[in-house]
């Protein structure tokens, strides 16, 4: 009922930067935070940044200053500017948000995207 489709993935050299994209799409009456998380090879997945569907946003300590998160609620999509980019940020980053559909008793769901890959590498 609810689709994720995320964009802007690739390969950077370091201190580059990148733009991720992510709209929600289907039956949707609400949506409440979004988020990214991303997952490094032999890792787990970790939280990157969130945004409440007031703008209020909170970041992990190791982008803090050099990722910034934004969400345009006419269009259900969120952004995350990467700037600064570090090989340590390598890994694939996936789009996470809370939306309640159009369903009957009304209920919150977690949707996650697809996942793009981002690289950072000389």
């Known amino acids: 009922q609810v689709q994720l489709m995320e964009s802007g993935g690739g390969l950077v050299q370091p201190g580059g930067s990148l733009r991720l994209s992510c709209a929600a799409s289907?039956?949707?009456?609400?949506?409440?935070?979004m988020g990214w998380y991303r997952q490094a090879p032999g890792k787990e997945r970790e939280l990157v940044a969130t945004?409440?569907?007031?703008?209020?946003?909170n970041y992990a300590d190791s982008v803090k200053g050099r990722f910034t998160i934004s969400r345009d609620n006419t269009k259900n999509t969120v952004y995350l500017q990467m700037n600064s980019l570090k090989p340590e940020d390598t890994a694939v980053y996936y789009c996470?948000?809370?939306?309640?559909?159009?369903?009957?008793?009304?209920?919150?769901?977690?949707?996650w995207g697809q996942g793009t890959q981002v690289t950072v590498s000389s």
């Open positions: 945004i409440t569907s007031g703008g209020s946003s």
């Open positions: 996470n948000t809370n939306v309640r559909p159009y369903t009957w008793p009304p209920k919150n769901y977690d949707y």
């Open positions: 289907g039956h949707i009456y609400s949506i409440n935070a």
